[in-house]
Nanobody, 117 residues
Framework: QVRLVESGGGLVQADGSLRLSCVAS????????MGWYRQAPGKQRELVAD???????NYAGSVKGRFTISTDNAKKTVYLQMNSLKPEDTAVYYC???????????WGQGTQVTVSS
């Protein structure tokens, strides 16, 4: 059974920082990417950032220069360092893992990030 467990969300003031973590466990073979998505109330889920095992990263334009994604491949863990947070970053953040086994994308349960002005 595959499981993604996120941590690190919370309430922070604008310009503050948070670090999200996600640990993947279970029968996962051949990770192709690990990443973070977010969904704000009334909006669609959107990609925040993702990273391949070789370190190739991809960021949403709205977070470039403020967020940094990284991984510990041996621990199947992905991190999201979020700096200079803005109220518009408020959302539920979901960890995502794509692999060869299982083929379908895997999702965490979500962690709330709230940025106050």
């Amino acid at each position: 059974q595959v499981r993604l467990v996120e941590s690190g969300g919370g309430l922070v003031q604008a310009d503050g920082s948070l670090r999200l973590s996600c640990v993947a466990s279970g029968s996962i073979v051949g990770i192709r990417s690990m990443g973070w998505y977010r969904q704000a109330p009334g909006k669609q889920r959107e990609l925040v950032a993702d990273i391949t095992p070789s370190g190739v990263t991809n960021y949403a334009g709205s977070v470039k220069g403020r967020f940094t994604i990284s991984t510990d491949n041996a621990k199947k863990t992905v991190y999201l360092q979020m700096n200079s947070l803005k109220p518009e970053d408020t959302a539920v953040y979901y960890c995502n893992v794509r692999a060869f086994v299982p083929l379908e994308p895997m999702w965490g349960q979500g962690t709330q990030v709230t940025v106050s002005s």
